[in-house]
């Protein structure tokens, strides 16, 4: 509230300082929501390439932890972002460091702690 004295020439002064400071808000607040909306279209990109990803399994390809193989079928297994292989087990064994983070958990019926096959991407 501007006290009922005040000169005219200080209450434009101090709306106009406010006024700006608000348009300066304003724009900021626009580039903020604007970084925002691109970081979450660049998620849901990187999103969709992750689940457009396909591992071939064949019967020669190995568990880069264990190096036994994997391609029988049975066995749950994760996707390294380099394309390696491991079995989950060896891969929870090992931490989750040995390669990298994997790019996703697929498989078969081996044991795991949630019990399901379903991808976890
Ligand atoms: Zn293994």
């Not at 903020?32 to 689940?51: F, H, I, Q």
């Not at 396909?54 to 019967?59: A, C, G, I």
């Not at 990298?100 to 019926?109: D, H, I, K, N, Y």
Request: charged share 20%; glycine share 10%.
């Amino acid at each position: 509230m501007l006290p009922p004295d005040l000169p005219l020439s200080a209450a434009l002064t101090l709306l106009g300082s406010a006024l700006l400071h608000c348009t300066e808000t304003g724009r900021n607040l626009s580039v903020v929501r604007s970084l925002r909306r691109w970081e979450n279209l660049s998620a849901r990109e990187d999103l969709v390439s992750a689940k457009q990803r396909s591992v071939l399994l064949s019967q020669e390809r190995a568990c880069c932890l264990c190096h036994k193989r994997i391609g029988n079928g049975s066995s749950v297994f994760v996707a390294y972002p380099t394309g390696s292989l491991a079995h989950y087990l060896c891969f929870k064994r090992a931490g989750g460091a040995a390669v990298g983070a994997p790019a996703g958990v697929l498989g078969g019926s081996e044991d795991t702690d949630d019990g399901d096959n379903v991808p976890a991407w």
